[in-house]
């Protein structure tokens, strides 16, 4: 029982934050965050943290004053970070600033929390910081609920009571879903705002509820385009869904070997497989001579490579082509799993191939030795 119970909202998905470019229209904005802790000790040290996770960095520190308050100023300059007011290490309050805000915490100093999340102190401030409560209020109902059902677990299963057993597990199983469709109803209420991101981070199922990530995603394109937030987000959209069969293949330029841009659009009118690989990946160098056998075969009759790689070591790039005879049409933006492109493509493993028609259509997906000259013999014959 208790190994079912999530942890929401302790850890955050925003790894990818760090890859994604300043984008334009993007405008620093200051905040400020104000608070007061009753039975604070004058002189305690204050925090101002950035990050919900086990390890968040330390941007600013202050000290109670002999009322128990407190303020930091900072300049939001992402568009939207998830921060944390850290009280001498014993009590973690998170808050979420888009830049532009004036916060008001309030708390307690007896209080003690470590991650940040269950607490009585409040952040308030901005519309994100009320759905924020919310969300936190519905899942604090449930933490209530499975502390119970956690020791009639424990009773039943010391009188080996299957029967109470599977109730407790069906009312557990019936009150998650229930938070679930509250979390999901509350969403499109949330726009286009960092903590609509930040729900659809923590709560959704990236294959159950794809169409409403995709549908959030969409809506940020369109509305809230600039955040590097929002830009993680779609981005990670993408990858989920990846590309299908039948899509036109996505357009991308990427250097080359030489730092000369290669467009996938330069290669139209070949039949052209896309390969995802690099010099650090096994299985890709392993099937690099298979590959070679075929290109050396066919590459006079319509038909060309276009090898991406994930690697971020220009020179082990280079010294693999090499290496590995790749004689074929090379892009990499170095990124290593941070590439755009791969991102784009919803490339989560390497190696991975995209077959493309000679308009630029996917007719083919991860197609490896006999299984790939099978459909080139047939397309080239």
């Given at each position: 029982?208790?190994?079912?119970?999530?942890?929401?909202?302790?850890?955050?998905?925003?790894?990818g934050?760090?890859?994604?470019?300043?984008?334009?229209?993007?405008?620093?904005?200051?905040?400020?965050?104000?608070?007061?802790?009753?039975?604070?000790?004058?002189?305690?040290?204050?925090?101002?943290?950035?990050?919900?996770?086990?390890?968040?960095?330390?941007?600013?520190?202050?000290?109670?004053?002999?009322?128990?308050?407190?303020?930091?100023?900072?300049?939001?300059?992402?568009?939207?970070?998830?921060?944390?007011?850290?009280?001498?290490?014993?009590?973690?309050?998170?808050?979420?600033?888009?830049g532009?805000?004036?916060?008001?915490?309030?708390?307690?100093?007896?209080?003690?929390?470590?991650?940040?999340?269950?607490?009585?102190?409040?952040?308030?401030?901005?519309?994100?910081?009320?759905?924020?409560?919310?969300?936190?209020?519905?899942?604090?109902?449930?933490?209530?609920?499975?502390?119970?059902?956690?020791?009639?677990?424990?009773?039943?299963?010391?009188?080996?009571?299957?029967?109470?057993?599977?109730?407790?597990?069906?009312?557990?199983?019936?009150?998650?879903?229930?938070?679930?469709?509250?979390?999901?109803?509350?969403?499109?209420?949330?726009?286009?705002?960092?903590?609509?991101?930040?729900?659809?981070?923590?709560?959704?199922?990236?294959?159950?509820?794809?169409?409403?990530?995709?549908?959030?995603?969409?809506?940020?394109?369109?509305e809230?385009?600039?955040?590097?937030?929002?830009?993680?987000?779609?981005?990670?959209?993408?990858?989920?869904?990846?590309?299908?069969?039948?899509?036109?293949?996505p357009?991308?330029?990427?250097?080359?070997?030489?730092?000369?841009?290669?467009?996938?659009?330069?290669?139209?009118?070949?039949?052209?497989?896309?390969?995802?690989?690099?010099?650090?990946?096994?299985?890709?160098?392993?099937?690099?001579?298979?590959?070679?056998?075929?290109?050396?075969?066919?590459?006079?009759?319509?038909?060309?490579?276009?090898?991406?790689?994930?690697?971020?070591?220009?020179e082990?790039?280079?010294?693999?082509?090499?290496?590995?005879?790749?004689?074929?049409?090379?892009?990499?933006?170095?990124?290593?799993?941070?590439?755009?492109?791969?991102?784009?493509?919803?490339?989560?493993?390497?190696p991975?191939t995209?077959?493309?028609?000679?308009?630029?259509?996917?007719?083919?997906?991860?197609?490896?030795?006999?299984?790939?000259?099978?459909?080139?013999?047939?397309?080239?014959?």
């Amino acid at each position: 029982m208790k190994g079912s119970y999530h942890h929401w909202l302790l850890a955050l998905l925003f790894s990818g934050w760090s890859a994604v470019a300043a984008q334009d229209g993007l405008q620093p904005k200051p905040f400020t965050i104000k608070g007061t802790f009753k039975n604070g000790v004058p002189g305690t040290k204050v925090y101002l943290q950035l990050g919900a996770t086990q390890q968040p960095v330390v941007l600013d520190s202050t000290t109670l004053a002999k009322d128990g308050t407190f303020s930091f100023t900072r300049t939001e300059a992402d568009g939207g970070n998830v921060y944390q007011i850290n009280l001498a290490n014993r009590q973690r309050l998170n808050f979420l600033a888009e830049g532009g805000e004036q916060f008001t915490l309030a708390g307690d100093a007896n209080d003690s929390n470590e991650d940040g999340v269950q607490t009585s102190g409040t952040i308030t401030g901005s519309t994100n910081m009320t759905y924020y409560h919310k969300i936190l209020q519905q899942v604090g109902g449930l933490r209530e609920k499975v502390a119970l059902w956690n020791t009639e677990y424990e009773k039943a299963s010391q009188k080996n009571d299957q029967k109470k057993i599977n109730e407790i597990q069906g009312n557990f199983e019936k009150a998650e879903r229930e938070l679930m469709a509250q979390i999901k109803t509350m969403l499109p209420e949330m726009g286009s705002s960092f903590i609509a991101v930040f729900t659809a981070n923590n709560f959704l199922n990236s294959q159950q509820d794809l169409p409403v990530l995709e549908a959030l995603a969409d809506k940020l394109q369109k509305e809230n385009p600039n955040p590097k937030y929002a830009q993680a987000f779609i981005a990670g959209v993408k990858r989920i869904k990846g590309i299908s069969v039948g899509d036109l293949a996505p357009e991308f330029s990427l250097s080359d070997p030489d730092g000369k841009a290669v467009t996938l659009s330069s290669l139209r009118g070949k039949y052209v497989l896309l390969d995802f690989w690099a010099s650090w990946c096994g299985p890709c160098r392993r099937e690099n001579p298979n590959v070679v056998k075929l290109y050396d075969r066919y590459k006079s009759k319509n038909f060309e490579i276009y090898g991406v790689s994930l690697d971020k070591d220009k020179e082990k790039w280079i010294q693999a082509i090499k290496d590995d005879n790749l004689t074929w049409v090379h892009g990499s933006d170095l990124k290593y799993w941070n590439s755009n492109v791969a991102a784009m493509y919803g490339v989560n493993g390497i190696p991975a191939t995209y077959l493309l028609d000679q308009e630029g259509r996917v007719i083919a997906k991860d197609l490896r030795g006999a299984a790939l000259e099978k459909k080139l013999e047939e397309l080239l014959k």
